[in-house]
């Protein structure tokens, strides 16, 4: 049977096989002692044995010629179970051996005692005995010696295990000091700074680069603390990231200032190990390192980069903002501005001023104009808007330039910044630092229309803490753009309602001229017609009377007509004697002579005719004469009883031409009287002139045109009754006439743009061309034009005003037009699609700013020809409303068809524009999209 091994039998093995010593050769250290054993015993066997788990190993043997048995039939394996010396004095007489086959056949044992060798941790590798083939005993002292045996072959075991650890040690000692200066002369050889250090900071080794670094010798190094490199503040840090390295975790890294041999501060990142030994106990730490102070001011470098960025990005937006609102008036604009630029740049003040020449304003115009440096010592400056902590800086408030540090702006025309004015001793003595102490400025100035306006200017009694940036310099003169785009819009709009102003004075003076002129024409009644004029002359001038005088021979009159506002007096029917009213100027009226007195008080005039004045409350008088066959037959009279009044050129022109008209009048009346013949014509164009009367004070157009309809006839039937003057101001009157009637028509055709409009509907735009090539047929066939028109879309229209649109277009090509070459006009089209832009040849292409193609299908229509082109410097100008690029004895037209093709485009959610080369030809492209986005109105 297999006996169970003992306790602890695989601990047991382990320590055998850890001997290294079974299945071996022969040892004459172990054979002497069996040999000591057999003679010691006096039996003829003896054997040193060494059980595994299956085996009978003989490491030694006398009188015994097997190597190994098994471990099921062996003696030992009893022997290693007692851990004590185990006889067997005659295996026959023992039934636990008795049928054992090495008792019952070779090599017939009846005798065994065997000492177990027991190793120092109490494990039995196996067994030292005796053995005999006749049963025996063996006395105390032999059994005594078997065990000191025993122990010595375990000594042996002992004694051959460490020379053989020993052997193997200096083996690999070797490769151990050859590994370790490999290992070494990496280590030197590493740009990293390598060291190694003990839990109390000692250093216990330094890399040579290490030593560089900190500039000293590796003996210096050694044994100094890591700490003396490390600033105190960041001390308590370090040792809190070593103190957190444990077995577990042993590796860590961070990040912290260094002070090196100069004094500098720089900054490493060290990658630490805790190296512990086999108890857990921390043995030292082992740490490699690197400079990282370039790694990080380039790091901080890209933070400032991309805040800076951040903030530009948001700068831009806000800019957008301001360019893309439409701002109602400068109060709201420039509040904005400066809100927006004070938040910007992180000042506290910000001003929008504007600059004027005390003394003369086109000086400095002029200066300018000739590239002469201007003076800033005869300017004011005027704040328009401000926003600032300082209480006193108020919109309104002026200084003088010089006192400003915008002097400098004015002066250079550039962007001035003073981060720090303190640190300049030019300026320290400033009257702004002196009074104000504003330490940062940065100012740029406003430009409208290439002339400088003012200024835009932040500041702040805070020193800036680091110079202005390029990018802030950008912000603040894209800032000023805005602000002068707005002014100039807004002086260009002034400009239009001056003209506006002016075309509707020139209408009202062309009606009160033509009613004036249709009563005296209709009615030969000269009380009529002299009552009718002063009552129509007084609501134009709005004048607090207006008079006819009619003079007698000695100088005195007579009122015959007035027109006048309460509360001053009547003086029709009075006769008025004028004491200062000699000969002399009878023949200066008689001359011609208007007089224009503003203020009677300050007028240098003979008091006795300021005397005569004031009897009927005049404060201001504007005299024309009239004439009556070239004679001085009397005078027309406006009165300014209320106060002082200005005349102007136009208000005199008016009553000059008036009195001519009255002139006309007493003429004819005269005539009548002679000429009956007359008579019955002109009572026929009463009744006509009554019906022109009638209809002139409903409609417009009818009253022009019957103007000319009826200055046609008095050319035609009285060319030889007029004086040459007179057939002068007929065609005068003729030519403004026409020119209204076309200026009306066309005003008419742009307020019906959005005034008389249709719903979109889908429109065809090759059967509108065909319409419109129909309506221009003469035109086409006078100039020999060849038209050429390629495919066309259908686009969700109005489909009257894409008629006026295509037709005006198609006209512009045809009208202008080069007299030696024959005229060749284009239409063709191309499909764009959501977020594409047309794609045009002409690098100085501009767009008329509008949203049609930013998300929706469009299509662009071009029409191109051959003619006489223009310099697309021009090109901001064609589309506005009175525009002409040519005089009108050149090509007639009034300056409004490209206006109104304009408003057409933008009502329908586009955009036009055109390309042009002086001399030849230019190219219209009109961008709509194809379908009106849902909710858009035809309103």
Known sequence: MKLAGPNSETARLEALRQYKILDTAPEEVFDELTDLAAKVCQTPIALITLIDDNHHWLKSQVGFTVRETSREISFCSHTILKNELFVIPDTLADERFATNPLVTSEPHLRFYAGAPLITPQGYPLGVICVMDYVPRKLSAIQLEVLQALSRQVITQLKLQQNWIDITKQKEAEEPLQESESRYRAIVEDQTELICRFSP??????????????????????????????????????????????????????????????????????????????????????????????????????????????????????????????????????????????????????????????????????????????????????????????????????????????????????????????????????????????????IGTPIFVQGKVYGTLNFSSTQVKSSNFEPHEQEIIELMAQSIGRFIAAHQTEMERQRVEDELRRQHRRSQLFAEVTLNIRQSLQLEEILHTTVTEVQKFLQADRVVVFQLGFDGSGTVLKEAVVPPFPVIQGQDIIDPCFEQEYLEQYYQGRVGAIADIEKANVEPCYVNMLQQFSVRANLVVPILQKQELWGLLIAHQCSGPRQWTNFETELLRQIADQIGIALAQAQLLERETRQRQELARSNVELQQFAYIASHDLQEPLRKIQAFGDRLKVKFDDTLTDQGRDYLERMQNAARRMQILIDDLLSLSRVTTKTQPFIPVNLSLVVQNVLSDLEISIQETGAQVEVGDLPTVEADPVQMRQLLQNLIGNALKFHKAEEQPVVKIYSQLLMSLESPVLSSDHQKQVPTDATNNRDSCQILVKDNGIGFEEKYLDRIFNAFQRLHGRSEYPGTGIGLAICRKIVERHGGSITATSVLGQGATFMITLPLKQAQGDSAE
């Open 200 to 441: 109390d900071g000692k250093l216990t080794f330094v890399n040579h680069n290490y030593c560089c670094y900190f500039g000293k010798s590796y003996e210096e190094l050694i044994g100094e603390e890591i700490y003396h490199i490390i600033p105190n503040e960041e001390r308590e840090r370090v040792e809190k990231h070593l103190a957190s390295l444990s077995w577990e975790y042993p590796v860590g890294t961070i990040e912290h200032y260094v002070i090196i041999p100069n004094g500098q501060f720089r900054i490493q990142q060290w990658s630490d190990r805790a190296i512990f030994d086999e108890q857990g106990k921390l043995v030292e730490f082992q740490s490699v390192g690197r400079d990282i102070t370039a790694q990080k001011q380039a790091e901080e470098v890209l933070r400032q980069q991309s805040r800076t960025l951040e903030r530009f990005s948001t700068n831009l937006k806000h800019l957008h903002r301001i360019n893309t609102t439409d701002y109602q008036d400068f109060d709201t604009l420039f509040n904005d501005c400066l809100d927006i630029g004070c938040e910007i740049f992180g000042l506290s003040t910000g001003i929008i001023s504007q600059i004027i020449d005390r003394e003369a304003e086109g000086r400095r115009q002029e200066a300018e104009g000739k590239g002469q440096e201007v003076l800033t010592h005869n300017y004011s400056y005027i704040i328009r808007s401000v926003q600032s902590e300082l209480e006193f800086l108020l919109p309104g408030l002026e200084f003088d330039l010089k006192d400003t540090y915008c002097a400098a702006v004015v002066q250079t025309k550039k962007t001035i910044t003073y981060p720090h004015v303190g640190k300049i001793a030019a300026m320290t003595a400033h009257p702004v630092y002196q009074n104000l102490k504003l330490e940062s400025y």
